[in-house]
C-alpha cells in the first residue's frame, strides 16, 4: 500500500570520527579528505545524495575537520590562476564540489557515537525524513541505492536500512538485522537489529552498510537510547526500537543491495576500492590495468 509522505530533500553525513585506522595520514587531513584516485571520499558520498534528490546536505563534523568546509567552499584565488592559465579542466573540477549542494555544518562537540551524531542533525531536519549516509562505504553511481531507499520509504513509511549479504564470519563487523520477506523481492521488513554480534549469535547474514532514510521520530527515540556497544548510543539500537514496539516512526524495512560498494573503511579495503575505481575510469583505466596486469605478472 502507498502512503503520502514529504518528499525527502535532506541528507546528513556523519563525519566526526577521529580516523585512527588510517593515522598518521590523519593526524592534520581528515578520513573523510583522503584521496579516492582524485577525489575526496567525501566528495563521492555528497555527489551520490544529489543523484538522489538529496540538495540540502548537513555534515556533522568535530575538531580538526575545518578541510571538508573548504573543499565545499570557493577558492577564488587558485579559481583566479586556472582560469589565467586557461586551464578550464582543473577549473570545472575545482569549481564542481562548490556548486553540488547547499551544504550546512554542525559539530558534533563530544562525540558519543553514530546515534549521537544523528541526533545533532536533529535541530536542522525538523520533521521531515531524512537520509543518512556514512562516507566509509561508497556506492557505484550506476547502482542508485539511495534513490530505491528513498522510494521504498514512499511506499512503506517508516524507516528504511541498507542491507548487504555477508559471509558468517564477516558478520561481526556489522549491524545485523532478522528479516522477513515483503512481496518485493528487494525489500525485507526487518523485525530485529543487534550491533556486531557474533557469528553464533547472528540472526541473519544481512547486514547494514552505511546507507539509511529515517523518520524524524528517531530523534525521540535516540534522547531516550542508553549508550550501548562501545560505550557508545548506537543509532542499531534506537532502529531496534523501532522495529520491534508498535511505536510512531515505524516500521523498519531494508533494501537489499547486490551492486558495487567500495568499503574505504580500513587501509586494505581502501586500497582495493582506489584499485577497482582507477581501473573503470575512461581516462585512467585502459594504461592502469595493463600496468597492474604486469605488475601482477612480473612480482606476484
Known sequence: MSHAHPRISKAVIPAAGLGTRFLPATKATPKEMLPVVDKPAIQYVVEEAVAA??????????????????????????????EKKGDTERLSKVQESSDLAMIHYVRQGDPKGLGHAVLCAAPHVGE???????????IDPRDPLLRRMIEVQAQYGGSVVALMEVAPEQ???????????????????VTGLVEKPEPADAPSNYAIIGRYVLDPHIFEILRKTEPGRGGEIQLTDALQRLAQEETAGG???????????????DRG????????????????????????????????
Open 53 to 82: 534528490g538529496l540538495d540540502d546536505v548537513l555534515m556533522v563534523t568535530g575538531r580538526n575537520k575545518r578541510p571538508l568546509e573548504d573543499h565545499f567552499d570557493r577558492n577564488y584565488e587558485l579559481e583566479s590562476a586556472l
Open 128 to 138: 521531515e525524513p531524512f537520509a543518512v549516509l556514512l562516507g566509509d562505504d561508497l
Open 171 to 189: 558478520i561481526h563487523l556489522y549491524g545485523c538485522a532478522a528479516v522477513e520477506a515483503t512481496g518485493d523481492s528487494d525489500v525485507v521488513q
Open 251 to 265: 516500521p523498519v524495512h531494508g533494501v537489499v543491495f547486490k551492486g558495487r560498494r567500495y568499503d574505504t573503511g
Open 269 to 300: 579495503d581502501y586500497l582495493r576500492a582506489i584499485v577497482r575505481l582507477a581501473c573503470e575510469r575512461e581516462d585512467l583505466g585502459p594504461d592502469f590495468r595493463t600496468w597492474l596486469q604486469r605488475y601482477v605478472a612480473e612480482e606476484m
